[in-house]
């Protein structure tokens, strides 16, 4: 199922999912799963550029990737990527660049099949941290939050 399996600086693991041609997926796996050294050409570019990456937030992406997706999501996707590292916009203020709701921006973020590369942990509640990966809590959520702080944002105190 994996070209791939790397330790992932906040603990757990990614799973690398590519066709061999362009990636196709990253997903968050749980500590306990096995890492699997990086099969074929792109699995081992892709597992540089992550690990460029965890060492420099503002690095880039070069890998060839392949997203997927409706349209719509397409234009999240592509609005994301054009966040810098840092930084941060709100699901309301993507929404009103997009001409569109808060909720289908959140619903678009969590769709994302290549996390990191397309970054939605840039995108935050109105108030808050928001979701991420479908979640609302949990571990998908300190991923956010170390995400968010190495790329050096610090998220407000809400009281």
Known sequence: ?????????????????????VLTGLDFLPAPTAVQPPRGELAIQVCHELEHYFSDPSATFSVPQRRGGTPFQQRVWAALVAIPAGRVLR?????????????AVGQACGSNPLPLLVPCHRVLAARGLGGFDHRQDGERLDIKLWLLGHEGYLLPLVS
């Open 1 to 21: 199922m994996y070209s791939a399996v790397i330790p992932a600086p906040w603990g757990g693991r990614l799973g690398i999912r590519d066709d061999g041609a």
């Open 91 to 103: 699901y309301g203020e993507l929404a009103v660049q997009l001409g569109s709701s808060a909720r």
